[in-house]
Nanobody, 124 residues
Framework: QVQLVESGGGLVQTGGSLRVSCVAS????????LGWFRQAPGKGREFVAA????????SYADSVKGRFAISRDNAKNTVSLQMNSLKPEDTAVYYC?????????????????WGQGTQVTVSS
């Protein structure tokens, strides 16, 4: 079992930056790809970014490419998402996820564990 706990959400103005982080505990032997998803009010959960087990490979949704950056620290069992140039449409609950491969996460498959989510609100 793996437990994921997110932190760092909040309220920011359009064009601002936020960093959300996720700490993994339990069976965290580096055998999981990690990623971020988000769910806006009235919408389904969507893929945002993923990073491979080693951290060498990353993938992003087109809507965040060039603005968001995912990173992980396997020594600290953490994954972070640096969000820059935020837009009101980035407003959502952001969820940390652990899964089989980063490639599977891109198509929202192979997710084994979810965090409880952290709210990010971008005001216009």
């Amino acid at each position: 079992q793996v437990q994921l706990v997110e932190s760092g959400g909040g309220l920011v103005q359009t064009g601002g930056s936020l960093r959300v982080s996720c700490v993994a505990s339990g069976r965290t032997d580096g055998s999981y790809a990690l990623g971020w998803f988000r769910q806006a009010p009235g919408k389904g959960r969507e893929f945002v970014a993923a990073i491979s087990r080693s951290g060498a490979s990353t993938s992003y949704a087109d809507s965040v490419k060039g603005r968001f950056a995912i990173s992980r620290d396997n020594a600290k069992n953490t994954v972070s998402l640096q969000m820059n140039s935020l837009k009101p449409e980035d407003t959502a609950v952001y969820y940390c996820a652990a899964g089989r491969t980063a490639q599977a996460m891109v198509v929202s498959q192979g997710i084994d564990y979810w965090g409880q989510g952290t709210q990010v609100t971008v005001s216009s």
